[in-house]
């Protein structure tokens, strides 16, 4: 096997036991990046002279007989909205085309002391605004199994980059699905911890109650790995919840005997990909088979969830993207005549048209005349969505679904229409609004040889649970396996 196709776990064997350096390592992804990227546009800054740096730091502290740190020398790629001190981060805007991070993020800082060599910064759709990675402001990210074709957004660069062994693994942030779409998209695996598990000091924020950072990985063992390392309380981040961790690695093995797996009636509807059900329905049945008891349950107000996360999320984006003023940090518009002109210009000519459309419909939801009417409604069915997730906890251990409705859609093919894209996340949206924990794992390929993904969503703090299931499900697949044709 190359280098750079390695999993964490593989990498982490390798490495101690002194077959591989980190140096080798780390110079086989970048050279993987240097033959692939120009097809793929997963990066927008490769740190290729600091991560030689950190790679020969990791083979120091391999060398010197002590047990290394979790991830020593293992090459990890972030998302452009996570900071890394010296670090160019540009949130795939032209707004912070120029920006460099005067610090590291808590995930980043944690990565960093696990031995993780930062070997990029990947592409992402404008401020994490979108569900196909076409709403960068440098390039649209492609999907490696067919470059014609949208990665999923919008950590799309997270997931194209995993894919197509360009990372070990990489990490994302999930608002309404942008890391599971993207990993379903790509064939790899994504989770979406439960809100407050993992800080977000130092990621650029788009919807403050709905932001989350998490894995994208190759497979779930990785997926566990890098989840131990990040997650966790910070009193930076006034959202962090102060909730013990489990060792998420070390409880894979334990099976699925006994458990309780929901299968919400509202999640297989009409208009459906044929193979993307099929796919899902087999998938849960192997579940089934290894040993999981299948209950019907309900979540009626799923209908509702579309409107619902647009409302809030437009609405928590007009506020967060207002420091973008051209006075504190970020492009600056020239040549304007006063204070007011500056604002103007600086955004117009700084966003994109999807930021600036969700800009403009959230200041409207905000606003005097309309806010009772619209943002204070999406809060309270906000409430109606989490109260039916923890009433079907009650009947179940956590819920089985697909992650989107099809597979991986052509370059193009949305654009023109907002609210079909906007409905790619019908699947996952929910999950976000109720602050729970949901995990995609590949569990097919259409006809065109594109991958499906399998949506196990938990309680509160529960990722353990879904972590075992999809480790026992992808035990009995070669789903992971399969590399795609670059």
Partial sequence: MSHHALTIHQAQQKLRAREISAVELTQAVLTRIQETDERLHSYLTVCTEEALAQAEAAD??????????????IPVALKDVILAQ???????????????????????????????????????????????????AFTPCRNPWDTD????????????????????????????????????????VGLKPTYG?????????????????????????????????IAGHDPRDSTSVNTPTPGYAAHLEQGLSGLRIGIPQEYFIEGMQPEVETAVREAIAHLQGLGAEIVSISLP??????????IIAMAEASSNLARYDGVRYGY?????????????????????????????????????GYYDAYYLKA?????????????????????????????????????????????????????????????????????????????LIGPPFEEEVLLRAGYAYERGHDWRTRKPPL
């Fill in 149 to 188: 074709r949208v990665p999923g957004g919008s950590s799309g660069g997270s997931a194209a980059a995993v894919a197509a062994d360009q990372a070990c693994a990489a990490l994302g942030t999930d608002t309404g699905g942008s890391i599971r779409l993207p990993a379903a998209f790509c064939g790899v």
């Fill in 301 to 310: 107000h799923t209908e509702y969830a579309v409107a619902t996360y647009y």
């Fill in 60 to 73: 120091r502290t391999l060398a010197n007989g002590a047990t290394p740190p979790p991830l020593c020398g």
């Fill in 332 to 368: 600056r518009a020239s040549e304007v005549e006063d204070l007011g002109a500056l604002y103007q210009t600086t955004r117009a000519q700084g966003f994109g048209s999807e930021v600036k459309r969700r800009i403009a419909l959230g200041a409207y939801v905000l606003s005097a």
């Fill in 86 to 136: 010296g670090v160019r981060a540009t949130a795939g805007s032209k707004i912070l085309e120029q920006f460099i991070a005067p610090y590291d993020a808590t995930v980043t800082q944690r990565l960093k002391e696990a031995g993780a060599v930062i070997i990029g910064k990947v592409n992402c759709d404008e401020f994490a605004m979108g569900s196909s990675n076409e709403n960068s």
């Fill in 379 to 455: 809060q309270k069915v906000r409430t109606l969505i989490r109260q039916d997730f923890l009433r079907a906890f009650e009947a179940c251990d956590m819920i089985a679904t697909p992650v989107a409705p099809t597979t991986a859609f052509r370059l193009g093919e949305k654009l023109a229409d907002p609210l079909t894209m906007y409905l790619s996340d019908i699947f996952t949206i929910a999950v976000n609004l109720a602050g729970l924990p949901g995990l995609s794992v590949p569990c097919g390929f259409d006809q065109h040889g594109l991958p499906v993904g399998l949506q």
């Fill in 197 to 229: 598990r993992v800080s977000r000091f130092g990621v650029v924020a788009y919807a403050s109650s709905l932001d989350q950072v998490g894995p994208c990985t190759k497979d779930v063992r990785d997926c566990a790995l890098l989840l131990d390392v």
